[in-house]
């Protein structure tokens, strides 16, 4: 092959190829009776060995002491390049991992970094189910009000909101474990207080759609998890008391 069909199949410049022969790095094998050059098969494996290596950020000067190696063969060149190829891989997954939960955190409108948020949330981190989220409700209003309050939320703030949430999940407990009935009126009195919660932090929640969150803490096995873990029957609980207090609103 000559030097513009070697260029065009490698994805370089002809003047590139120029200069790795000038160097010793790749040079021809042959050349025609005008003096043009030609390459052989074997020089060009030598160009595909080139090319990985300086792709893999070798100079050229350690490319040509590598390759001239009386001691390395081929196959392990192959083993030096798919090891180097793999550490190259595993770094740029955990940096595009890096960038896709920055991507969703500021999708989402949390402005926290990773520590902040593992400190507020812990494992309860709501970024995680942005996906889901947006899918279900991104195209509705209370998902862009809720985006832009909470895009505006400080650390502090967020502690704060935690709080507030779990000191009435908390009061909600209590109540269950005292007999409180979920129909009525103190039950109906903690539902109406979560849902202020959520109108004052996040969007406004009218009372059907509060009932159907109501419906979900049962029908979602996440939401259930998280209440049944606080205390037995909680999930159920809550979800009657919150459809109850919406039918008293409505009413």
């Known amino acids: 092959m000559n030097v513009g069909e070697v260029a065009a ?3 370089v410049t002809v003047r590139t190829l120029h200069h790795y022969d000038r160097i010793g790095l790749l040079s021809p094998s042959g050349r025609t009776g005008a003096g043009y050059r030609r390459y052989s098969a074997a020089d060009l494996d030598r160009l595909h060995q080139v090319l990985l290596y300086r792709e893999l950020g070798f100079p050229l000067e350690e490319v040509a002491s590598l390759l001239d190696d009386p001691s390395a063969d081929p196959a392990e060149h192959l083993r030096r390049q798919h090891r180097l190829l793999r550490d190259r891989l595993e770094r740029t997954q955990a940096m595009v991992a890096a960038v896709e939960k920055e991507m969703e955190a500021r999708s989402m409108g949390i402005a926290l970094t990773p ?3 593992f400190e507020v949330f812990g494992e ?5 189910y942005e996906v889901e989220v947006q899918e279900r409700w991104g195209d509705t209003d209370a998902y ?6 909470a895009a505006a939320y400080t650390k502090e703030d967020w502690v704060r909101i935690k709080a507030e949430g779990e000191d009435l999940v908390r009061r909600m407990a209590d109540a269950l474990r005292s007999g409180v009935a979920p129909d009525s009126p103190p039950a109906m009195d ?15 929640c009218p009372p059907q759609m509060h009932a159907a969150l109501g419906r979900m803490y049962v029908e979602d096995e996440r939401f259930t998890a998280t209440y ?3 205390a037995p029957g909680l999930a159920q609980w809550v979800s009657t008391a919150v459809q109850a207090n919406a039918a008293r609103q409505e009413g």
């Not at 903690?190 to 959520?198: F, K, P, T």
């Open 9 to 11: 199949l490698a994805g």
């Open 115 to 117: 520590e902040e948020r």
């Open 124 to 128: 309860h981190d709501p970024e995680r």
């Open 144 to 149: 862009a009000q809720s985006k832009r309050r």
């Open 190 to 204: 903690l539902a109406e207080e979560h849902r202020q919660q959520i109108t004052g932090t996040f969007y406004d």
């Open 228 to 230: 049944e873990g606080v």
